[in-house]
């Protein structure tokens, strides 16, 4: 596709029910970025890929939370045991993943709202 | 460290009106980028503009400008003859030069009102 695609759109779980976000990045975008964006709040990073090399798990909250990615494509965030205070939206971006190349930019998809009850 | 300040958590006015957006950044680099994101409600959020720091001439889009001053370490964002349409929450970043680390200010809401 053209874009970043999500899904789903919207997850509404049950306090301790595990879930699973999926992202497509651009074709062709080797670096992919996950973030957590709680209601009115700015974007928390929680894990960068970049190609075959091993992930940035810096900004995952708790172990939890963990992310995986086939080679240079779909990447999926899992969220065991879900607590209320999950309920954000996650947002996935990718880029080029030329990180000293001026051309570098995230482009983001339109992200999925998850409501943990 | 990497920082990036949007003092201006939300900001009201009337249609037609100019506004200006701060964005002031903090790094020890001497090459970055620096980028504006707008969210609309729709909550996806669109790619504005990327400026590298070797480059501070000014650009202009349309209705929106920006204003890129390394003296003050700013990178604001004006948007004139608001319209509607330009209501959203805007996001200023940073990301220095050979690293893949995006840092995001917390954004500014616009409100542009009928």
């Known amino acids: 596709g053209a874009g970043v695609s999500q899904s789903p759109s919207n997850k509404v779980t049950e306090k301790g029910k595990d879930v699973e976000l999926r992202c497509d990045p651009i074709?062709?975008?080797?670096?992919l970025y996950w973030y957590r964006q709680r209601l009115g709040q700015g974007l928390e990073f929680l894990i960068y890929?970049?190609?075959?090399?091993?992930?940035?798990k810096s900004g995952l909250p708790s172990d939890r939370f963990s992310a995986e990615r086939t080679g240079e494509s779909v990447s999926t965030l899992t969220i065991q045991r879900t607590q209320q205070e999950d309920s954000a939206v996650y947002l996935c971006?990718?880029?080029?993943?030329?990180?000293?190349?001026?051309?570098?930019?995230?482009?983001f998809g339109p992200g999925t709202r998850l409501t943990v009850l | 460290a990497q920082k990036v300040t949007q003092v201006q958590t939300e900001i009201s006015v009337v249609e037609k009106e100019d506004v200006t957006l701060d964005c002031v950044y903090e790094?020890?680099?001497?090459?970055?980028?620096l980028f504006w994101y707008k969210q609309p409600p729709s909550g996806e959020l669109v790619f504005l503009i990327r400026?590298?720091?070797?480059?501070?001439q000014n650009e202009i889009s349309g209705r929106y400008s920006w204003n890129f001053q390394k003296s003050t370490s700013s990178f604001n964002f004006t948007i004139t003859a608001s319209q509607v349409v330009d209501s959203a929450v805007y996001f200023c970043?940073?990301?220095?030069?050979?690293?893949?680390?995006?840092?995001f200010g917390t954004g500014t809401r616009l409100k542009v009102l009928a």
């Open positions: 890929f970049q190609g075959n090399s091993a992930p940035d």
């Open positions: 971006a990718s880029s080029l993943g030329l990180a000293g190349a001026p051309t570098d930019t995230q482009y």
């Open positions: 074709s062709g975008h080797t670096a």
């Open positions: 400026r590298n720091s070797f480059d501070e």
């Open positions: 970043a940073l990301r220095d030069s050979g690293t893949y680390k995006y840092i």
């Open positions: 790094t020890r680099d001497t090459t970055y980028y």
